[in-house]
């Protein structure tokens, strides 16, 4: 009998999170699924983590280090569920997740459903940090279960879809886009990403502002191989890689403006602290589009 869910972890070298995330899933109750972990070439002890669990839902597969959408893609090949769950191996669900994802696609045929993943208080109340939750949460609060999310809404670390809807991701060159451009086909197919607002995970990465930053420039560099995927003008304003955005961006976000804030950091206890943060994301991903221009 199939699972009602395939639930795909690709991993590298993160057996701690890992376990945490295995043992949550492994909890759900009331729906029945598998639970692929793909292990993407780790040097860590991530084999014997998973070696220690017996479990027959469990199923593991290695690959040599290819990066992160062909470790996706290799559990979705292995998937035969009704529905498939692609979820991050540091986003820790809570009791009733699994419940959750399937009620909503009882609701809504043909949907996509986000999780609602927050940042939990145990990762600590530095400035940044305290900007992170802030920013990863405002995308969802206050929206009810099943609210709409737009184009944007594919921007994930947990999601799950009807298998039959599912399809590969493509591999880019660095960090970013690889959620958003799968999304973005499945946009024009008709399906539309909805909030799960009963799947609550905890996203227990631990974020810093240069770790941010350094993602932030790959994405601008990543954005052009998204638009040349996808050479439209929603594309290219949406990247901001059409030279109008990129005139503006420039000129709003200039690297050397940023340089000064990053030499002295004593603005970061202060009231504006979170408009500086949001201003050094956006120069840092300015720097990226620049970069990878010629790429």
Do not use: C
Not at 186 to 201: E, F, N, S
């Amino acid at each position: 009998m199939e699972p009602t869910f395939s639930v795909v972890i690709p991993t590298f070298n993160r057996a701690q999170l890992l376990a945490r995330t295995v043992q949550a899933f492994l909890a759900q109750e009331g729906v029945s699924f598998e639970l692929i972990v793909v292990d993407d070439g780790s040097s860590d002890p991530t084999p014997e983590v998973l070696a220690g669990f017996r479990d027959p839902r469990l199923r593991v597969l290695r690959q040599p280090n290819a990066g992160l959408a062909a470790a996706r893609n290799a559990g979705l090949a292995q998937a035969q569920g009704r529905y498939v769950l692609f979820n991050d191996d540091d986003v820790v669900p809570e009791a009733g997740f699994l419940r959750a994802h399937l009620g909503l696609h009882q609701r809504y045929k043909g949907a996509a459903g986000v999780s609602r993943t927050y940042v939990p208080e145990a990762l600590g109340h530095t400035p940044f940090t305290r900007f992170w939750r802030a920013r990863a949460e405002a995308g969802v609060r206050g929206k009810a279960d099943g609210a709409p999310l737009g184009w944007g809404g594919f921007w994930f670390t947990s999601l799950s879809l009807p298998l039959k809807l599912a399809e590969a991701f493509a591999p880019f060159r660095g960090y970013g886009w690889e959620e958003h451009e799968l999304g973005w086909r499945l946009w024009r197919k008709g399906v539309r990403p909805r909030l799960v607002a009963g799947a609550r995970a905890a996203h227990e990465d631990r974020v810093d502002l240069d770790t941010m930053l350094a993602k932030a420039r790959s994405m601008g560099r990543v954005a052009w191989e998204f638009y040349r995927l996808h050479p439209s003008v929603q594309v290219a304003f949406w990247t901001g890689v059409h030279p109008l955005s990129r005139a503006y961006k420039r000129w709003a976000y200039p690297w050397a403006r940023a340089e000064s804030f990053l030499k002295q950091r004593d603005w970061e206890q202060g009231a504006g602290a979170f408009a500086i943060y949001r201003f050094l994301l956006e120069a840092a991903y300015t720097q990226g589009l620049l970069e990878g221009q010629g790429g």
